[in-house]
């Protein structure tokens, strides 16, 4: 089958675009979801052009093997892991902004492109590019689209789902498709454009981007708040909101967290402190109404709290929030990040039940997360040479899932399902709607060609 593979390819493609190595085939063969399995790759591929994937995928339903699309490998669920024997198709190359628009406040890109180079060419020309995963200066956007990526400002200004407005799309039989719009509305036919979004390299692999952008914000002001009980914070995040204000960014670091960020980084953070939370506001009165969100938490219990209008001082202040991920990965642990969201007033409840099922299990179970939008990520941080260890955190995991369905939540706020949260779509999903689904991708890929086993 690999020399099949092999041959189909090299009739198609210039040879550089293909890679054989070992070692640099097993190099892309996993996300940073490192608990996930991950197969053997027959052959790499890095395109330079939508008819390059075309052909690559020409060259796999000659030689009958599976597709898997990777962007730059951030995903936290297995979902650009390899199968065995697939055509591994690594669309870092395509990374090229084709053109950005200043009239029609759009830009349209290959997949390839990094988040923030996105955002750093149109911040040039005035405008801004919304969604900001944390991995916003490694993970590209055509991983951003197929994982639906959120990020910080999503309280404010909604997920990448809000922002892809036109696709072009190399199905399983290598068709070419193209969706969406370059008006900046349309009411023509089905939005297929929002069907490929969370997608999971499912249905096609997205060649092309178009992405709606919006005038460059003001800077913001930004507030902070210490609280002696986590309860009392998520009340504070409700009534932020019942009181009619619309934060551009709302996170939340808990106590484990902040000792091991200042234990790394030395930042004087409270470490007494039961967690952080940190506020951001812009556009109109964004002074006052981040005084008067600071306000709230000091009358819902803060035990500090500290406002700022410099937006210099701002960015020192959120800085603590980029270094929480990095804290933990220097301990070269095994790091298992959840990813559950829930009605904001249900917070409160998730963070005591989390607290809980951590002591329980007898986890190392820090917690961050996107308060604002109800999206917490409880890290389990393990030996993963431990078996008894693993298998704690991994009930724990699980017990966390089952709490936020159980608050009416969701499984996978922001980082798609992967392999890693496919074992408990049913318990979200309905069967009729999970079978409709199901339906949709075998009609767009009958030979179940592309990344199977991952997402549906
Ligand atoms: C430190 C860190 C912080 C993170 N913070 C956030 C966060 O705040 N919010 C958030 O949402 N996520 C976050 N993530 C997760 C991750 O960065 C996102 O899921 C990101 O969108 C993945 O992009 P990628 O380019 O790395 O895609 P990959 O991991 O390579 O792929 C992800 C999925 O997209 C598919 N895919 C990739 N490119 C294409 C394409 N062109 N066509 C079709 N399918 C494709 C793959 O098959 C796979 O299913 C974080 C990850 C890390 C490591």
């Known amino acids: 089958m690999v020399v099949g593979i092999h041959e189909e390819l090299a009739a198609r493609l210039p040879a550089d675009r293909i890679q054989t190595d070992r070692d640099v085939i097993d190099a892309y063969r996993q996300d940073r979801a490192v608990f996930e399995g991950a197969g053997s790759a027959a052959i790499l591929v890095h395109p330079r052009s939508t008819a390059e994937v075309v052909a690559v995928l020409e060259a796999a339903n000659a030689a009958d093997v599976p597709v898997v699309p990777r962007g730059a490998g951030t995903g936290l669920t297995g979902a650009a892991n390899a199968i065995d024997g697939c055509v591994m198709i690594s669309l870092h190359r395509m990374d090229q902004i084709l053109e950005i628009d200043t009239t029609n406040r759009m830009a349209r890109l290959q997949p390839g492109v990094i988040n923030s180079n996105l955002k750093d060419a149109v911040a040039a020309v005035g405008l801004f590019y919304p969604p900001d995963p944390a991995s916003f200066d490694m ?31 190399v199905l399983a039989s290598g068709e070419v498709m193209r969706t969406g719009r370059r008006t900046l509305k349309s009411t023509t036919g089905l ?12 249905l096609g692999i997205i060649t092309e981007i178009t992405v ?35 934060p551009s960014m709302m996170e939340i670091i808990d106590q484990e967290c902040l000792r091991r960020i200042d234990e790394a980084f030395h930042m004087e953070l409270d470490t007494d402190a039961a967690c952080l939370l940190l506020i951001q506001s812009e556009g109109e009165r964004s ?3 981040i005084a008067e969100m600071a306000s709230i938490c000091k009358e819902h219990g803060a035990t500090f709290v500290y406002h700022v209008d410099d937006p210099d001082e701002g960015a020192m202040l959120i800085e603590v929030r980029r270094k929480a991920w990095p804290a933990w990965e220097q301990l070269g642990k095994a790091l298992l990040p959840e990813d559950v ?3 904001r007033e249900r917070l409160a409840e998730l963070l005591a039940g989390i607290t809980e099922i ?5 986890v190392q179970l820090p917690t961050i997360g996107h308060a604002g939008d109800g999206n917490i990520h409880p890290l389990l941080v393990f030996d993963g040479n431990d ?16 709490l936020a369905l159980g608050l009416g939540g969701t499984i996978a706020g922001e980082h798609g399902v992967g392999t ?7 318990d979200e999903l309905d069967p009729i709607q999970l079978a409709v689904q199901r339906r949709i991708r075998d009609a767009l890929d009958p030979h179940g060609r592309l990344n199977p086993g991952k997402a549906l």
Do not use: M, Q, W
């Open 341 to 343: 969201a829930v009605p």
């Open 358 to 362: 951590g002591e329980r299990h007898r």
């Open 420 to 426: 890693l949260k496919r074992p408990f779509l049913e």
């Open 139 to 169: 993970s590209s956007i055509g991983g951003n689209v197929a994982t639906n990526a959120g990020g910080l400002c999503c309280v404010k200004y909604g997920v990448t789902r809000d922002y892809i407005i036109g696709l072009e799309v």
């Open 212 to 246: 709606k952008l919006v005038p460059a914000p003001p800077d913001p002001a930004t507030a902070v708040a210490y609280f002696a009980e986590l309860g009392a914070a998520g009340n504070a995040i409700a009534e932020v909101f019942r009181r009619g204000h619309e």
């Open 287 to 289: 002074s006052e109404r």
């Open 387 to 402: 078996p008894d260890e693993t298998a704690r955190a991994k009930a724990a995991f699980a017990d966390i899932v089952a």
């Open 191 to 202: 939005d297929l454009t929002g069907l490929f979004v969370g997608s999971e390299g499912v």
